[in-house]
């Protein structure tokens, strides 16, 4: 069955620094997405992405993050500049198109900023 | 107010009980909607859509009322492996919005 792939599945950064989540969606889905969820907290959406721009993003989604689809095959959020909460599992979405929104997630990354 | 919003958890219940969960939402453009399962520290894995009068997958049902902004699960017969947090989720566009979930404990 195919499936989102996320890596690393943990990564641990000091504050301040940048940091770059990978994903590889699903291959015939055109729709791709970022949420976080903070511990303990709902999932939030971050952004969405579809034809190699952004279409929606969050109040979250500021200056600080940045995402990329660089190759036919992966997605990226990049983190500038790290705070201390930014800590949360990342998870990356795709769905087959907007019309057919049931979207599938990635096992996630877990961030955490020390 | 919240987007989305849960019955509060968690809900503990013996194996083979019947238990239902209740979601409302205040966007009324919220084009469809989901409910989704997450295991503790796991990624939301889609359970099943909810797109009129409501669908019914196995021992699930799910029902939506449009006219009170209102989504229900109902879980038939209640498995150990049912224990996990239930999630109530809009689609706007295509974009999520997740209620804060239910978390459902089953019982032997």
């Known amino acids: 069955e195919p499936e989102v792939t996320q890596t690393p599945s943990h990564q641990v950064t000091q504050m301040g620094q940048e940091v770059i989540l990978r994903c590889v969606p699903i291959s015939n889905h055109l729709y791709f997405y970022w949420y976080r969820q903070i511990l303990g907290q709902k999932v939030e959406f971050l952004v969405s992405?579809?034809?190699?721009?952004?279409?929606?993003k969050s109040e979250i989604f500021d200056d600080q993050f940045s995402v990329e689809r660089p190759d036919g095959s992966n997605f990226t959020l990049k983190i500038r500049s790290t705070k201390l909460e930014d800590s949360a599992m990342y998870f990356c979405a795709s769905s087959v198109d907007r019309g057919i929104p049931e979207a599938f997630f990635g096992q996630g990354t877990r961030l955490t900023v020390v | 107010r919240k987007e989305v919003e849960q019955d509060p958890g968690p809900f503990n219940v013996p194996e083979g009980a019947t238990v239902a969960f209740n979601c409302t939402y205040s966007?009324?453009?919220?084009?469809?909607f989901f409910w989704y399962r997450q295991d503790c520290r796991k990624e939301p894995k889609l359970l099943m859509s909810?797109?009129?009068s409501g669908n019914e997958d196995g021992r699930f049902t799910a029902q939506l009322n449009r006219a009170s902004q209102y989504i229900s699960l109902l879980i038939r017969d209640s498995k150990l492996s049912d224990s996990a947090t239930y999630l109530c989720?809009?689609?706007?566009?295509?974009?999520?919005?997740f209620g804060q979930g239910t978390e459902l404990s089953v019982k032997p």
């Open positions: 909810v797109y009129s």
């Open positions: 989720v809009a689609n706007q566009g295509g974009k999520l919005i």
């Open positions: 966007n009324s453009a919220s084009q469809s």
């Open positions: 992405f579809y034809n190699n721009e952004i279409s929606e």
